[in-house]
Structure formats: structure tokens, C-alpha cells
């Protein structure tokens, strides 16, 4: 679906990515995991057109390039990693926003199947009840789900969520989580998602691409990627001793 | 079923009903007070060619006043479009005409005119309208390069700033020139202060046909503007032409000001204050913002001339003066009440 090659961005003398080259495949759910300031996040703003980058990005072998804003839109979705917004705007009209790529023009009201997306997308994000709700009485949390409910409503063939569960506590995360397992086996489409938790990246990824100092370390299914030798290298820590340290303090006399 | 986002008709109605009330109520009240009734058969009469019954001030009502509330009431409007509308472009409640500078660099043209008096023969006033837009595009042109050259995803830091320094720099152009205009100081300054005396049927006409096409374009927007308002990230990644929206509005707001400027001159706080207190009735969704903020802006600024013209009478404040005085303090009200909200 997606293919970036020899992929690179640079702030001035900068280089924060050098030479990335990667395929996103159907079905397929892509951890992109890696330290901080390893580029994850620069891949994002790459394929949302935030960041001016070198190389090409392909989504079903066009150049992202020479597509449209909407035409992009229409076929990936792009979750931001934190929205701050400025005015009172409802759940439901921020939702809303979601369908703005298949509008025909500027005066034409929302359609049926506008509404049917808005629907499916408040009752899988849960916000069904605060649909009517200001988005700045909002917790943290049930904003970040917000954006999430707008990008599904975008209805795209490819989710890019960057840290999608930031701001959520343990029990979204997991539904979030879940949620998006749920859309990716009733859709049949693809999701990229940039975490820090790799576990989360374990238990939910097919894929992994592993990232440091903007470079592209590994690519492929997510057990071979993420293994304890390479994560030892990136993260100059053994991860799984960490983590297995973290688990005993559960462990009851 | 299809659901609209926009205003019932019936509210336009309703809204249509009160301008035309306030305007009416504007035209019959002044210095030489005409009874509302023949204040509405003068126009009636005058509109239809009819003759003007004995004992009736036509000339007042239809060729002094008329115009004059038809003008307040369209620059009103424009004003505050210009200011709902660069509230959501650019995030910020605090953006208006004057934050991007284009009030300002209008205000150099007409300046300089007046006081060299330059003119169109044929066209009282020409000469200021017609420099104050060139000076308006001219400025606009200059902020844009000097954003683009900075920051080529236009942010809206980057232009706020960049209005901010232009305005300074168009002040002390426009306090050059009144250092130099000697004979012409007063007409300078009286119209920096912003007057709306000796508008005519013309001026009310070009105010009707820019705000009419300028109008249109921003309305059209009205779906990008409230993605713009939530964020320039995410109206990017919902799809929208983030940089060509920008660029069409932009200079839709900055023709539409332009124009106002060299009518009126420099009216401030219609364009920060009205959208402001029109959200807080319709909420932050353009599709009501933008039409209600015309609306009010109408209305307060057909009332704002009413009050110069009559609190002093026979002497006539500058609208200027009062729109500041009045608008200041709202927003000194309404700022320190939503941060105390606020906690």
C-alpha cells in the first residue's frame, strides 16, 4: 500500500532521516518502534505533507506528490500526537470534520452515509453519550479518542496514529488497542502506529520497523524485529531483564 | 434525511428583520429628529420616484443619512467577517484586519493621498479609495514574502508576527506624513479616527459589491475554516488545501478591508469584539459564525455612528473613538470574565 523510498528529511544541517526505505503491506498493523529522536514521528509528518522530505512516498504506486490533499485523505488517515484546540467546538462537529475529503462542494450537507461513518466511528471510540459535549470540558483522554473517532470517520485504507494511546490510561490503552484489532479484522485495512510501549508493539503488531538516530536499523514481521539482541543495541539497556524486573514487583509472597 | 449545519431561514429572516429595524430607527434619529413614519415614506417615496408629501427633509433623510447608516451598517458587516474569519484561519481570538497588518498598510495609501491631495476628477474620494486598495494588496504582498521567505508552511505564528512589526513600521510611515502634510493635519487625523460623515450612495454601492464577492468567497470556506480552527494539523490531514485556503481568504479579507478603510478609515475593535461576542452565542461553527458576525457587526456599527452623531449633537465624535471606548472595555469584560471562568 504504502512504499517510501530512500526517504529523508532535514532540518537545515539537521539530517533526522537519512535514507529510510520501507513497504506497508494489506492487513498488515507496522509498529514503528525506537528511542527518542530516532525519526519515528518524522515519518509521520512525511506522509501528512508536514515535513518537507527527499526521496519518494508511494501509496498504491502513486507519488503522493502529485495527488490531491482530499484524494490523500480519502485514502490515508492521519491520528496527530496531541491536538490542543483552541474553541468550543462539539465531539460531533469535530467528528464531522472526518468526512470533509468526500464532500462534493461547500454547501452540500452532510450525507447518509456521512452519518452512517459519524455513527460507527462515535460507537466504537465509546463517545456516543458526550457527543453534544465541548471538546475544551473534555478529559485528555476522551480528546485524544475524539481525533481518533474523526480519523475513522475518514473511513482510510491506511490509519497512521502517532502514540495513539499518549494520554490514555491502562484500561483505554488496552480498548484502544483492541478496537483498532477490531477495525483491522472487519475492514481489512492497514494500520501504522508509532509506540514507545513494546510490549503494546509485541502483543499487537504483524510488522516492526525499528528506528535509531533516523536511520532504519530492521524492517519486517514484528518477532524478528523486535528482538531482545537488537532492542539491546538501540536502547543500550537488555529490555527484557527491564521489563521482566518490572513484571516480579507483581509477583505476591 | 439531510441535515443542514447552517442557520434555519427562518433566523435569516428574523436577523434581516432587525438590521433593517436598527437601520431605520438609525436614519430617523440624529441631530434634526424625523419621525420614524416619514422617515419611512421618505425612502419609500424617494426608492419609488413618488413625490414627498409638504413639509418632509428628504434631502436629509435620503441623501445625508441613508447612505451614511447604509455605509456603517456594510463596513459593520465586512469588519467583522474580516475579523470571524481570521479568528479561525489563524487560531487565535486575538487575529483581526489589523493583526495582519492590512489596515495599517491601507491606512499609509489613504494618508497619503489626503494629504497630498490626490484625487480622481469626477469621483470625490476616489483618490483615497483607490490608493488605500493598492496600498492594502501592496502590504499583503509584502507580509506573504516576507512569511514565505521565513517559514514556507505560512504558520500562523510567523504571520501574526509579521502583521505585528508591519503595523508599527506602517505607523511611523503614516506619522511621517502628517508631519509633512501641514495644512491637511486635520483632515488626516480626523479620518485616522475613522469617520463615516459625507459617505454617499456610491461608496454604499462599492461596500455592497466588494462585501458581496468577497463575502461569498469566505463563506465558502466555511467548512476549512472550522478545520483551521481546531488546528492547521489537522485540517491538513483531513484533507484540506491548507496553503491554497490560507492564500484565497487572505486576500479575500485583505480587499474586503481595504476597501472599508478608504470608506471609513481605520474602525477598530468591530473586527476583534463582535466575532468574539457572536460565539458565545452560536458557538465556534463558521457555518453560524460567519453569517451572525455579519449580522451584529451590522447592527453594532450602525449603532456606534448613531452615537457619534447624537451624544455631542451638533459636534460629531469619529466612530473610531467610539468603537475603541465601547470595544476596549468589552474586551477587557469579556477576557477577565473567561479566565476567571476559567479557574
Same mark, same amino acid.
Given at each position: 500500500?504504502?512504499?517510501?523510498?530512500?526517504?529523508?528529511?532535514?532540518?537545515?544541517?539537521?539530517?533526522?532521516?537519512?535514507?529510510?526505505?520501507?513497504?506497508?503491506?494489506?492487513?498488515?498493523?507496522?509498529?514503528?518502534?525506537?528511542?527518542?529522536?530516532?525519526?519515528?514521528?518524522?515519518?509521520?509528518?512525511?506522509?501528512?505533507?508536514?515535513?518537507?522530505?527527499?526521496? !519518494?512516498?508511494?501509496?498504491?504506486?502513486?507519488?503522493?506528490?502529485?495527488?490531491?490533499?482530499?484524494?490523500?485523505?480519502?485514502?490515508?488517515?492521519?491520528?496527530?500526537?496531541?491536538?490542543?484546540?483552541?474553541?468550543?467546538?462539539?465531539?460531533?462537529?469535530?467528528?464531522?470534520?472526518?468526512?470533509?475529503?468526500?464532500?462534493?462542494?461547500?454547501?452540500?450537507?452532510?450525507?447518509?452515509?456521512?452519518?452512517?461513518?459519524?455513527?460507527?466511528?462515535?460507537? @466504537?471510540?465509546?463517545?456516543?453519550?458526550?457527543?453534544?459535549?465541548?471538546?475544551?470540558?473534555?478529559?485528555?483522554?476522551?480528546?485524544?479518542?475524539?481525533?481518533?473517532?474523526? !480519523?475513522?470517520?475518514?473511513?482510510?485504507?491506511?490509519?497512521? @496514529?502517532?502514540?495513539?494511546?499518549?494520554?490514555?490510561?491502562?484500561?483505554?490503552?488496552?480498548?484502544?488497542?483492541?478496537?483498532?484489532?477490531?477495525?483491522?479484522?472487519?475492514?481489512?485495512?492497514?494500520?501504522?502506529?508509532? !509506540?514507545?510501549?513494546?510490549?503494546?508493539?509485541?502483543?499487537?503488531?504483524?510488522?516492526?520497523?525499528?528506528?535509531?538516530?533516523?536511520? @532504519?536499523?530492521?524492517?519486517?514481521?514484528?518477532?524478528?524485529?523486535?528482538?531482545?539482541?537488537? @532492542?539491546? !543495541?538501540?536502547?543500550?539497556?537488555?529490555?527484557?531483564?527491564?521489563?521482566?524486573?518490572?513484571?516480579?514487583?507483581?509477583?505476591?509472597? | 434525511?439531510?441535515?443542514?449545519?447552517?442557520?434555519?431561514?427562518?433566523?435569516?429572516?428574523?436577523?434581516?428583520?432587525?438590521?433593517?429595524?436598527?437601520?431605520?430607527?438609525?436614519?430617523?434619529?440624529?441631530?434634526?429628529?424625523?419621525?420614524?413614519?416619514?422617515?419611512?415614506?421618505?425612502?419609500?417615496?424617494?426608492?419609488?420616484?413618488?413625490?414627498?408629501?409638504?413639509?418632509?427633509?428628504?434631502?436629509?433623510?435620503?441623501?445625508?443619512?441613508?447612505?451614511?447608516?447604509?455605509?456603517?451598517?456594510?463596513?459593520?458587516?465586512?469588519?467583522?467577517?474580516?475579523?470571524?474569519?481570521?479568528?479561525?484561519?489563524?487560531?487565535?481570538?486575538?487575529?483581526?484586519?489589523?493583526?495582519?497588518?492590512?489596515?495599517?498598510?491601507?491606512?499609509?495609501?489613504?494618508?497619503?493621498?489626503?494629504?497630498?491631495?490626490?484625487?480622481?476628477?469626477?469621483?470625490?474620494?476616489?483618490?483615497?479609495?483607490?490608493?488605500?486598495?493598492?496600498?492594502?494588496?501592496?502590504?499583503?504582498?509584502?507580509?506573504?514574502?516576507?512569511?514565505?521567505?521565513?517559514?514556507?508552511?505560512?504558520?500562523?505564528?510567523?504571520?501574526?508576527?509579521?502583521?505585528?512589526?508591519?503595523?508599527?513600521?506602517?505607523?511611523?510611515?503614516?506619522?511621517?506624513?502628517?508631519?509633512?502634510?501641514?495644512?491637511?493635519?486635520?483632515?488626516?487625523?480626523?479620518?485616522?479616527?475613522?469617520?463615516?460623515?459625507?459617505?454617499?450612495?456610491?461608496?454604499?454601492?462599492?461596500?455592497?459589491?466588494?462585501?458581496?464577492?468577497?463575502?461569498?468567497?469566505?463563506?465558502?470556506?466555511?467548512?476549512?475554516?472550522?478545520?483551521?480552527?481546531?488546528?492547521?494539523?489537522?485540517?491538513?490531514?483531513?484533507?484540506?488545501?491548507?496553503?491554497?485556503?490560507?492564500?484565497?481568504?487572505? $486576500?479575500?479579507?485583505?480587499?474586503?478591508?481595504? $476597501?472599508?478603510?478608504?470608506?471609513?478609515?481605520?474602525?477598530?475593535?468591530?473586527?476583534?469584539?463582535?466575532?468574539?461576542?457572536?460565539?458565545?452565542?452560536?458557538?465556534?461553527?463558521?457555518?453560524?459564525?460567519?453569517?451572525?458576525?455579519?449580522?451584529?457587526?451590522?447592527?453594532?456599527?450602525?449603532?456606534?455612528?448613531?452615537?457619534?452623531?447624537?451624544?455631542?449633537?451638533?459636534?460629531?465624535?469619529?466612530?473610531?473613538?467610539?468603537?475603541?471606548?465601547?470595544?476596549?472595555?468589552?474586551?477587557?469584560?469579556?477576557?477577565?470574565?473567561?479566565?476567571?471562568?476559567?479557574?
Amino acid at each position: 500500500m504504502l512504499e517510501a523510498r530512500n526517504l529523508s528529511v532535514r532540518y537545515g544541517n539537521l539530517s533526522v532521516l537519512d535514507d529510510v526505505s520501507f513497504k506497508i503491506g494489506k492487513k498488515e498493523w507496522v509498529m514503528i518502534a525506537g528511542p527518542n529522536g530516532a525519526g519515528k514521528s518524522t515519518i509521520v509528518n512525511a506522509v501528512s505533507g508536514g515535513a518537507p522530505y527527499t526521496g !519518494v512516498l508511494l501509496f498504491e504506486g502513486k507519488d503522493l506528490r502529485r495527488l490531491k490533499p482530499a484524494e490523500i485523505a480519502r485514502h490515508i488517515g492521519i491520528l496527530a500526537q496531541s491536538s490542543h484546540v483552541g474553541y468550543s467546538f462539539t465531539v460531533e462537529e469535530i467528528i464531522k470534520l472526518g468526512r470533509y475529503a468526500y464532500s462534493k462542494g461547500a454547501f452540500s450537507p452532510i450525507s447518509r452515509k456521512d452519518e452512517e461513518y459519524i455513527e460507527r466511528a462515535l460507537e @466504537l471510540t465509546g463517545l456516543s453519550e458526550i457527543r453534544r459535549q465541548s471538546v475544551l470540558t473534555l478529559s485528555g483522554g476522551e480528546r485524544q479518542r475524539t481525533f481518533l473517532a474523526q !480519523v475513522l470517520a475518514q473511513d482510510p485504507e491506511l490509519l497512521i @496514529l502517532d502514540e495513539p494511546t499518549n494520554h490514555l490510561d491502562l484500561l483505554y490503552q488496552k480498548s484502544t488497542f483492541e478496537m483498532i484489532k477490531t477495525w483491522i479484522e472487519e475492514t481489512g485495512r492497514s494500520v501504522v502506529s508509532v !509506540v514507545h510501549d513494546l510490549s503494546l508493539a509485541k502483543a499487537y503488531g504483524t510488522h516492526a520497523l525499528l528506528m535509531n538516530k533516523g536511520r @532504519l536499523v530492521a524492517s519486517g514481521a514484528v518477532k524478528e524485529v523486535l528482538t531482545r539482541e537488537r @532492542l539491546g !543495541v538501540v536502547y543500550g539497556m537488555d529490555v527484557y531483564d527491564w521489563l521482566s524486573s518490572m513484571l516480579s514487583q507483581w509477583q505476591e509472597d | 434525511m439531510k441535515k443542514r449545519e447552517g442557520f434555519s431561514p427562518t433566523v435569516y429572516i428574523l436577523s434581516s428583520l432587525v438590521t433593517l429595524a436598527v437601520l431605520l430607527l438609525c436614519v430617523s434619529a440624529g441631530s434634526v429628529r424625523v419621525p420614524l413614519r416619514d422617515t419611512v415614506s421618505i425612502i419609500w417615496n424617494s426608492v419609488l420616484g413618488l413625490p414627498i408629501p409638504e413639509g418632509m427633509s428628504k434631502s436629509i433623510v435620503f441623501f445625508v443619512r441613508l447612505p451614511r447608516v447604509i455605509c456603517a451598517g456594510l463596513i459593520g458587516a465586512s469588519l467583522s467577517l474580516c475579523g470571524a474569519a481570521m479568528q479561525g484561519l489563524l487560531r487565535n481570538p486575538l487575529a483581526d484586519g489589523s493583526t495582519l497588518g492590512i489596515s495599517s498598510g491601507a491606512s499609509i495609501g489613504a494618508v497619503l493621498a489626503l494629504a497630498f491631495g490626490f484625487s480622481i476628477p469626477g469621483l470625490s474620494g476616489g483618490g483615497v479609495m483607490l490608493t488605500a486598495i493598492i496600498f492594502a494588496f501592496a502590504s499583503l504582498m509584502v507580509i506573504l514574502t516576507l512569511a514565505y521567505s521565513l517559514d514556507f508552511s505560512l504558520s500562523t505564528n510567523t504571520i501574526i508576527l509579521i502583521g505585528i512589526v508591519f503595523s508599527m513600521f506602517a505607523g511611523s510611515i503614516v506619522s511621517l506624513v502628517i508631519t509633512f502634510s501641514d495644512e491637511h493635519v486635520k483632515t488626516v487625523v480626523f479620518w485616522l479616527m475613522g469617520s463615516l460623515s459625507g459617505s454617499s450612495f456610491l461608496n454604499a454601492l462599492i461596500l455592497l459589491v466588494t462585501l458581496a464577492v468577497c463575502g461569498t468567497v469566505i463563506l465558502r470556506f466555511s467548512r476549512e475554516l472550522n478545520a483551521f480552527a481546531i488546528g492547521e494539523d489537522n485540517a491538513r490531514n483531513i484533507g484540506v488545501n491548507v496553503r491554497l485556503v490560507k492564500q484565497i481568504v487572505l $486576500v479575500a479579507v485583505s480587499a474586503l478591508i481595504g $476597501v472599508t478603510v478608504s470608506i471609513g478609515g481605520t474602525i477598530n475593535f468591530v473586527g476583534l469584539v463582535i466575532p468574539h461576542m457572536t460565539r458565545m452565542v452560536t458557538g465556534p461553527n463558521h457555518k453560524k459564525l460567519l453569517p451572525a458576525s455579519m449580522f451584529s457587526g451590522a447592527v453594532f456599527l450602525m449603532l456606534a455612528d448613531l452615537f457619534s452623531r447624537v451624544i455631542l449633537s451638533p459636534k460629531e465624535l469619529p466612530i473610531g473613538v467610539v468603537t475603541s471606548f465601547v470595544g476596549s472595555i468589552t474586551f477587557v469584560y469579556i477576557f477577565y470574565s473567561s479566565r476567571r471562568g476559567r479557574g
